[in-house]
Each structure stands twice: as structure tokens, then as C-alpha cells.
């Protein structure tokens, strides 16, 4: 893109604060920002002028059935050997949702790569793959492996996963592709500069996932390769089971278009999404979406009613997928503490939220696939997320975890 084009676009889209600081830019610091403005994608524009309803108000919410363990260690058998032999017979593939940075946790550089063993290096990444390992024992096969990055963090972690011998993996098995990426807005529709020569951009939230995958040409190596099912999994929890056999067997048995692991809730404010079903078709409300009346229902066992907490790990069927990838889903228009250029010259970080950004989420797929197994997992062995450095949900609430699985740290 030349600077006449991307004057005529800005001048047209009422965007020429981008172009503010051109004049001041060496030739590779201006051809940055022409590829970037020549890359914006302006679908921000129609979100913003007819923002989704959020609310929930014309949803028809009641719950969904599901799995529970009990059922699961009755059929255990069954399901594992429809799993395995799935495996083994290449249709299960990997995808790991890393697009994230450790920020919360404290340090510049890719979540998946912080440190989080006591007496020995033991990361986020590492002890995933450790998890997925043991599936590959089991099946005498190598479920293959794809890792979701950003722009923030691709550089990081390519090369983290190269320096550490792809933790036992063939190269060949590990393929990497750029999540999507979105423009912030200021509270006037403006975009952001983030430096002179770069708008400030963020990855698009993970309910793309599948759409990147495909842009990247990688829907081709899948078919190469006889894949049907992609299971989906949160760089965040370190104890994320993974192309687990019987949950594999469990949700190709259901004849579905989608498993989803949940932890049973046994607090009513639990803050996790929750499956259910709105009208006819399998959805997920929010915590924070539920009424007291909603949140407290209880069935004849005393069990919630509305009980099946989301944990990131969904079983997807690949032609579902490919069925509904153009379908337009949910943009979640969040205002956050966006990184811009001050007047100073200077880039920071400001102290309250100065604008939005625009992101979809993976529980948003759920509807479109029009059916799903919630398929119970126990709490303790499954669900060890690490959000922050300290408290719940933390580094040390995960190492507990971890030391009670038997994992050495």
C-alpha cells in the first residue's frame, strides 16, 4: 500500500490519526505502518455501530444433560477403545490456544512459557505436553499438534518451543499459526496508536480459532492427514487432559458435533460459563448471566441444575467446523487498558480503561455446532487454571494441584 492509498482509505474511514507522525518516520518504520493500515480489518466498524445484545434477554435458557462420572466409569472401557482407535487411526489432532502473554503472572513473554517448578525448570508448556505424552504411550500413536500464537508473542514462542526440542515431539508433528488480530478503539470509534509507526492492535480473543487455522492453509494438512476431530485446549491449565481416549470415544459414541469437559459446580457463584441449552440448541450462559433463581435451582439429588462449568477443552468435529467457519459469531466489545502513545512520544500503559477492543470467544461456537456432550471431569486431576501469580486460580493453587497429582516440582 502506498501513503496516497492509505491517506484515501484513513480520509474515507475518518481514521487519519493513524497517518499523524508519518512524516517523522525513517522508510522501514513507514512501510510498517502502511502493511499494518493496509491489513486493518475493518469489521470493527459494523460492531460497533450494532453492538450484539450481551444480555441475554431473548435467550430461552433452561439445562442440558449430560455425562456425569458415574455414567463415564460405567462405559469407561468402551469409550476408551473407541478412543484410542480413533487415535490411532490419525482422525484426532491437537490445537493449543497460546495467544497469550504472561503479563498477570508477572513477566514479558509468552504464558506458556512461565516457569512454574520449584526445584527445576518445569513450564506451562512442558507439563501440557507431559499430559499428552502419556496419550501417545497409551495409543502407540502421535496426535498432532497445532499452537494458535499472536503477533504479540509468535517470535517467543516459535523459537521457545525450537530451543527446547519441541519438549520430545517430532518438528514434523508441531505446526504453529497467527491468531487474527483486531484494532482498539478509543471511546470515540478512533484507532489507537500504540507507537508512530503502528496502531495498537490485539489478538481477536479465541473464539477464531478455527477461521486463523484455516487462513493459515492448515485445514489441508488436516485432511492430508484424515483428521475428523480437533480437540481444543487453554494454555492456562496445567492439568488439561488431551486427546484424553475416552472422552474421544465418549463424544464420537454420543454421535455429536461436539465434546465439551466440564467440572460439576457445587457453588452456585462459581464463576465459570455454564452449558445449557437456549431453545432447542446447546449454548453456554455466562456466571454472571445467571439468575439467584438460576444460580441456586436444584434437581430431586439435590444437585445444580445449571452445573456443567466450562473448563476450555472442547472435542470438535472438523466438517461441523468447516460447515459453519463463515457464520459471523458474537464480537465481545470490551473496554480495557489499552498501550498508547502519549503526547510525550512516549508509549505506556494507562492507569483506567481509554478504550475497547473487540473479541470473540470459543464458548460462542458451541450453539453453532448444534449439538455437544457435557462430559463430566473430576475437579482435582483436570482443572488447574493459572490466571494469576497469587490467590485463586494462581501459579501456587496450580503447584498444589500439580504436587497432588503427583507431578514433582
Known amino acids: 500500500m502506498t501513503f496516497e492509498q492509505?491517506?484515501?482509505?484513513?480520509?474515507?474511514?475518518?481514521?487519519?490519526?493513524?497517518?499523524?507522525?508519518?512524516?517523522?518516520?525513517n522508510a522501514e518504520e513507514k512501510k510498517n505502518l502502511l502493511d499494518a493500515i493496509e491489513n486493518i480489518n475493518w469489521s470493527f466498524e459494523e460492531d460497533l455501530a450494532n453492538p450484539v445484545d450481551m444480555s441475554g434477554k431473548n435467550r430461552d435458557i433452561s439445562p442440558i444433560s449430560g455425562l456425569r462420572l458415574s455414567a463415564i466409569e460405567a462405559r469407561k472401557a468402551e469409550f476408551e477403545e473407541i478412543g484410542v482407535q480413533a487415535i490411532k487411526d490419525g482422525k484426532v489432532a491437537a490445537v493449543l490456544l497460546a495467544g497469550g502473554m504472561g503479563t498477570r503472572l508477572g513477566v514479558d513473554g509468552p504464558k506458556g512459557a512461565y516457569d512454574i517448578g520449584l526445584t527445576k525448570p518445569l513450564y506451562i508448556f512442558e507439563q501440557q505436553m507431559r499430559n499428552l505424552q502419556e496419550v501417545n504411550e497409551k495409543c502407540g500413536a502421535i496426535v498432532p499438534l497445532y499452537i494458535m500464537t499472536s503477533?504479540?508473542?509468535?517470535?517467543?514462542?516459535?523459537?521457545?518451543?525450537?530451543?527446547?526440542?519441541?519438549?520430545?515431539?517430532?518438528?514434523?508433528?508441531?505446526?504453529?499459526?497467527?491468531?487474527?488480530?483486531?484494532?482498539?478503539?478509543?471511546y470515540d470509534g478512533k484507532i489507537i496508536l500504540e507507537r508512530k509507526d503502528m496502531p495498537a492492535l490485539s489478538p481477536n480473543g479465541n473464539g477464531g480459532w478455527f477461521a486463523s487455522l484455516q487462513r493459515a492453509g492448515l485445514c489441508e494438512d488436516l485432511h492430508k492427514r484424515g483428521v475428523e476431530w480437533l480437540n481444543i485446549y487453554a494454555v492456562d491449565n496445567v492439568l488439561q487432559r488431551i486427546a484424553d481416549p475416552?472422552?474421544?470415544?465418549a463424544t464420537i459414541e454420543s454421535k455429536v458435533n461436539c465434546g465439551a469437559k466440564?467440572?460439576?459446580?457445587?457453588?452456585?457463584?462459581?464463576?465459570?460459563?455454564?452449558?445449557?441449552?437456549?431453545?432447542?440448541?446447546?449454548?453456554?450462559?455466562?456466571y454472571?448471566?445467571?439468575?439467584?433463581?438460576?444460580?441456586?435451582?436444584?434437581?430431586?439429588?439435590?444437585?445444580l441444575v445449571y452445573s456443567y462449568g466450562v473448563i476450555m477443552n472442547y472435542l470438535f468435529s472438523l466438517a461441523k467446523l468447516e460447515e459453519i467457519v463463515d457464520k459471523k459469531i458474537p464480537v465481545h466489545i470490551v473496554e480495557k487498558k489499552i498501550e498508547c502513545l502519549c503526547e510525550d512520544g512516549v508509549t505506556r500503559k494507562?492507569?483506567?480503561?481509554?478504550?475497547?477492543?473487540?473479541?470473540?470467544l470459543a464458548v460462542d461456537l458451541i450453539k453453532l455446532m448444534g449439538s455437544v456432550l457435557p462430559y463430566e471431569v473430576v475437579r482435582?486431576?483436570?482443572f488447574a487454571p493459572i490466571k494469576n501469580k497469587t490467590g485463586v486460580d494462581s501459579v501456587e493453587s496450580a503447584r498444589e494441584l500439580l504436587k497432588l497429582n503427583g507431578v514433582e516440582l
Open 6 to 25: 492509505a491517506k484515501a482509505l484513513l480520509a474515507q474511514k475518518g481514521q487519519m490519526q493513524l497517518l499523524k507522525y508519518y512524516d517523522e518516520l
Open 350 to 360: 494507562p492507569e483506567k480503561e481509554n478504550g475497547k477492543k473487540f473479541e470473540t
Open 246 to 249: 475416552v472422552f474421544v470415544g
Open 262 to 286: 466440564a467440572i460439576f459446580k457445587t457453588n452456585p457463584y462459581e464463576k465459570v460459563g455454564v452449558l445449557c441449552k437456549d431453545g432447542n440448541q446447546p449454548d453456554i450462559i455466562e
Open 380 to 382: 482435582e486431576k483436570e
Open 288 to 303: 454472571y448471566e445467571l439468575t439467584d433463581e438460576m444460580a441456586n435451582e436444584r434437581d430431586e439429588n439435590g444437585d
Open 151 to 186: 503477533d504479540k508473542n509468535h517470535a517467543q514462542t516459535t523459537s521457545f518451543w525450537k530451543e527446547h526440542n519441541y519438549f520430545g515431539y517430532p518438528e514434523t508433528e508441531v505446526k504453529f499459526f497467527k491468531q487474527d488480530m483486531a484494532p482498539a478503539v478509543d
